[in-house]
């Protein structure tokens, strides 16, 4: 018998149910582990060599701060995964949960059913939503919210009678989930090759990234406007009868904290517009104050037709996601009859209890309105002044609290590593074994706190990023 199955054994059979819990606390980093990796597959990892290397257990969480099983206290630099919005360990959340479940843990709301959590939920996001936004449909998380988007976008042409628009136009590197339909979706090639099929009809256009894909002497300005019209392009060349939507997120966030620069939103929504093609805006990440506004389409300027929510929405203390109707669609599908869509907890109580909580939260101790004027521009100074002129440092994007790090070879000519990721991976293990949370996406360093984030932990992040881009720079013999 293996160590690994011992474990198992251990685990069910010489543990009584009730100290489960007691027991969840209080075994050694090394049980954690050989009982994580005998049972637990984690998502998106080689899971060989993850269980080879043993994994960070992380046990406890307040403010900006996690900790770990060794006692280790971390600074989470990407909010959790970049949901926890309002910080670790807010008792108004877990009272909120606490007390729904004791009222009505659960109702469906299908069959001409409804409660208050989903009411007063959907009402508070009418007022705290840009204008046209009154309408919410609610899921488990940003990947059903895209489903659920294709969904609605070909039922919304279906009422227009216009059945042939059934292309929907997304992006390479734009990420939109990882369900078949949010990883048909998102632009990830590597996600593309281990599925076994995609949802039909979903091209891709390239996207707005500057420092990696820049050709020659373009602005910033010139490269962005030519990337949006890349849209006008596809659709071209696809007929506009045929093309039912456009989606992206505002900012490219799992792809690498990549920033189009003004032009190209006010672009795409032109084209959109002249050709009658919705424009979709995923804002699971830029949304619920992330660049300082509500909502990242607005630190864009551009009003798009849906919006995709999950993440901040609960600030990841609960699983919810959700999808919002401008006006004019929402009328469509109120309209029209059956909008054949649902899932079981589609609106749940204790989620949307939770929703509320938090969104109360960031209005009423007016959080995003301290990222817009106060702690997002001192964070975006302290990095463009702390990184400015690094020899491995190409770019500094983002607004509000998300920043990215470009880790360039030579920075001036915009060149990037050659074997691409391989320099961001040993940047993030000198973070992890700084104690700071900073994500790798390919050779860019990602950046996205609590916006609860106050600024003397916002130094304390510059200041152990700097140590490991430094620590990575000295590693590459580079000065
Ligand atoms: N849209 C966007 C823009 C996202 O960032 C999703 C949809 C899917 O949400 P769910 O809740 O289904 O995961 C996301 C999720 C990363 C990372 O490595 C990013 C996400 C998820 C997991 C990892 O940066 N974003």
Redesign the pocket.
Same mark, same amino acid.
């Given at each position: 018998m293996s160590y690994r199955t011992e474990e198992v054994a251990y685990v069910q059979t010489a543990q009584p149910a009730a100290s489960v819990q007691a027991a969840q606390q209080q075994r050694s980093t090394a049980e954690y582990r050989a009982l994580d990796a005998a049972h637990h597959i984690h998502?998106?990892s080689d899971m060989g060599s993850l269980n080879r290397s043993g994994s960070r257990v992380i046990v406890k969480a307040q403010g900006v701060y996690l900790w770990d099983s060794d006692d280790n206290k971390i600074i989470d630099g990407m909010a959790g995964?970049?949901c926890v919005n309002v910080g670790y360990g807010r008792k108004e959340l877990a009272d909120a949960a606490y007390r729904q479940m004791q009222e009505l843990p659960f109702y469906n709301t299908f069959f001409k059913t409804t409660h208050p959590p989903v009411i007063e939920l959907s009402a508070l996001l009418a007022e705290l939503a840009p204008e046209p936004f009154n309408h919410f449909f609610y899921c488990n &998380?940003? &990947?059903? @919210?895209?489903d659920t988007v294709l969904r609605i976008v070909h039922q919304y042409w279906a009422t227009q009678g216009k059945h042939s628009k059934k292309f929907v136009i997304s992006r390479k590197n734009g990420?939109?989930? &990882?369900?078949i339909a949010?990883g048909t979706l998102g632009g990830m090639g590597y996600m593309h090759e281990q599925m076994p099929s995609k949802v039909e009809n979903i091209v891709h256009i390239d996207q707005p990234y500057f420092f990696g894909e820049a050709q020659g002497n373009l602005t910033p300005e010139e490269f962005a406007l030519a990337r949006a019209q890349q849209l006008e392009a596809k659709i071209l060349e696809i007929g506009a009868d045929n093309v039912a939507a456009f989606i992206g997120?505002p900012f490219q @966030?799992?792809g690498g904290v990549i920033f189009p620069a003004s032009t190209y939103w006010p672009e795409i929504q032109r084209i959109c517009s002249k050709y009658d093609i919705l424009l979709v805006a995923?804002e699971?990440?830029g949304g619920f104050g992330r660049t300082g506004e509500w909502f990242a389409h607005q630190h864009f300027g551009f009003e798009p037709d849906l919006i995709?929510l999950?993440?901040g929405l609960t600030s990841g203390y609960v699983?919810m @996601?959700a999808v919002g109707l401008h006006d004019r669609v929402a009328k469509a599908i109120i309209e029209n009859g059956d909008f054949n869509h649902g899932l079981t907890y589609s609106g749940h109580p204790v989620a949307a209890a939770v929703a509320i909580a938090n969104l109360k939260l960031l209005r009423d101790e007016k959080i995003v309105e301290r990222v817009k004027t106060d702690t997002g521009p001192y964070f975006q100074k302290k990095l463009r002044d702390t990184f400015a002129n690094h020899p491995i440092i190409g770019e500094i994007s983002g607004a509000g609290l998300v920043a990215g790090l470009q880790l360039a070879e030579d920075p001036k000519a915009r060149k990037r590593f050659a074997n691409g990721g391989e320099v961001g991976t040993i940047c993030r293990d000198f973070c992890f074994n700084g104690n700071l949370i900073m994500?790798a996406?390919g050779d860019r360093m990602?950046l996205s706190p609590p916006l609860v984030i106050n600024k003397l932990e916002i130094d304390e992040i510059v200041s152990k990023a700097k140590k490991a881009v430094d620590a990575t720079a000295q590693q590459l013999g580079i000065s």
């Open positions: 998502p998106f995964l970049w &998380s940003g &990947s059903e @919210g895209n990420y939109h989930g &990882s369900t949010g997120e @966030g799992a995923d699971v990440i995709t999950a993440k699983p @996601g994500r996406t990602l």
